[in-house]
């Protein structure tokens, strides 16, 4: 029987909000660490009680049965201790902002192995503590051992700067950890001013999810796929139906409206929202422009009060709900976590049949400032600042970036991998998974949204406000993104001085 859940993505999704415009957004530093301790160690205690396997339904290929399998097993796949048990029993505090049973359930267990490896070590997981209780935790001097940033990634360099975490240059030098396993740009969130102020666990990349059986109603193949921007928007207005009202039945391809899907949505058109060479934001760049450009077309193109119409008459936009999932949205950019949500409504949907993912098609050449590149989202771990044992914080962090928490846990809930070393994993099967995959290997530049910065956070604020705006052709794309770029320039002067 298959099990309905909300994938960590949709609840993040969920949790920051959908424009109530109508719009579908579907359519001074910290002293660097001591040097890692080694306790003189203790005898051996009892191992840590492991949950059975669940039965894994017969639907899904045997690699699924070999992640379940995972939390019975004694073996810690690809972790190798670096301390030594304590003599003394300890206990870490983790924190993260997953609430839903299933996921905490499963995740947990594989996180109790970790004292497999150190007995007098515990781990205590506490799962839906997003980013505000973090921050009264530090200001109350009780924060966690370890956290990780779940959908708050932006936080970090005001985290930083008001020194609530720590660098981790040194942990990483001395423990030999392989930052270039990395993909290229995936962990440029997490550095700010020299230093390294977490470490990427996993995060998302946005696919062009289509439904190919209804590409034959414009005499198009299911194999068939849109080589451009251009032809994308093209096959929409031609799978687009309306009813004798002017009404909008069903879309041929939502338009991206939430900050994520925009910026996932531009890059195509070799948009980067951060100067690197100056240093400064830059939401007025010429691919972000042309890219909303281009939206403002499509809006015209339906009409703003039909889209309105529509919205409002399709009721949730989640679940079984989901208006692409209905068969009423023949195209939308989302997260990879969509493939989740198919094997949580329909896990008989066969890929390339009864639906599709593909990399979002590159801008006309014509209309790119740069080369298209790949928005990476990312959900670091972070080492708070005040945290008891810190060198223990950063063996739990190994622990959780090895083989046997990466692979098995992101494979159990349909999530990407972007280490070299662990891409390739048959347990990876999902059609969802190989194509992100090869979108983060196809040479294109991982582009992180924004750097860690102070107002990073703030600049994702300003520039969703901004961005609707636009799409409720209020002001004009250049417009718009230059009273962006002004707004987060101010914050600047007053964060940073």
């Not at 936080?155 to 270039?180: C, E, H, T």
């Not at 992100?436 to 300003?462: C, F, N, Q, T, W």
């Amino acid at each position: 029987m298959s099990v309905r859940r909300l994938s960590r993505r949709q609840f993040v999704q969920v949790a920051i909000g959908i424009s109530g415009s109508g719009l579908l957004a579907a359519c001074g530093a910290t002293p660097a660490p001591a040097a890692t301790s080694a306790p003189a160690e203790a005898t051996a205690t009892t191992a840590p009680t492991l949950a059975p396997v669940e039965e894994v339904p017969t639907s899904l290929p045997v690699q699924a049965a070999t992640v379940e399998a995972a939390v019975a097993t004694t073996k810690l796949e690809g972790f190798e201790p670096q301390m030594t048990n304590p003599s003394e029993k300890i206990k870490l505090l983790y924190w993260w902002g997953n609430n839903y049973e299933p996921a905490m359930q499963f995740t947990h267990e594989i996180i109790k192995k970790f004292s497999l490896a150190y007995p007098n070590v515990e781990v205590e997981p506490v799962g839906g503590q997003n980013c505000d209780m973090f921050v009264t935790a530090s200001a109350a001097g009780t924060p966690p051992d370890l956290f990780h940033t779940w959908d708050c990634v932006e936080r970090m360099g005001l985290w930083a700067k008001r020194q609530m975490i720590i660098p981790l240059d040194d942990y990483v030098q001395k423990s030999n950890f392989p930052v270039d396993d990395y993909l290229p740009g995936v962990m440029d969130t997490c550095r700010w001013e020299g230093k390294t102020w977490g470490m990427v666990d996993t995060g998302g990349v946005f696919l062009l999810w289509y439904l190919p059986q209804q590409f034959s109603e414009i005499g198009q193949t299911a194999e068939a796929y849109p080589a451009t921007t251009d032809e994308l928007w093209s096959w929409a207005q031609q799978l687009t139906t309306r009813d004798a009202n002017g009404d909008i039945q069903r879309m041929g391809m939502a338009i991206p409206t939430w900050v994520w899907t925009v910026m996932s949505y531009s890059a195509s058109y070799g948009a980067e929202l951060w100067n690197t060479d100056s240093d400064e934001p830059a939401p007025d760049n010429a691919g972000m422009v042309q890219g909303l450009t281009d939206l403002v077309k499509e809006v015209e193109f339906y009409g703003l009060d039909a889209m309105d119409r529509w919205s409002a008459s399709i009721g949730s936009q989640g679940g079984q709900q989901d208006p692409w999932m209905a068969g009423n949205l023949t195209m939308k950019i989302d997260g990879d976590w969509s493939g989740q949500a198919i094997f949580d409504f329909f896990p008989d949907w066969k890929f390339m049949t009864d639906y599709g993912a593909a990399p979002p098609p590159p801008a006309p050449e014509s209309k790119r400032a740069a080369n298209a590149g790949v928005v990476f989202w990312s959900w670091p771990f972070v080492i708070p600042s005040g945290t008891k044992y810190p060198d223990w914080s950063w063996e739990l962090c190994r622990f959780f970036l090895s083989p046997e928490y990466q692979v098995n846990v992101h494979a159990k809930f349909k999530e990407v991998l972007v280490r070299k070393s662990m891409m390739e994993d048959e347990r990876l099967w999902w059609p969802a998974a190989q194509v992100a995959r090869d979108m983060l290997k196809s040479g294109a530049k991982i582009v992180s949204p924004v750097p860690m910065h102070p107002v990073a956070g703030e600049y994702i604020d300003l520039l969703g406000s901004g961005i609707e705006k636009v799409l409720r052709l209020q002001v004009s794309p250049e417009e718009g993104m230059k009273q962006v770029k002004e707004e987060v320039q101010k914050k600047i002067q007053e964060v940073m001085g």
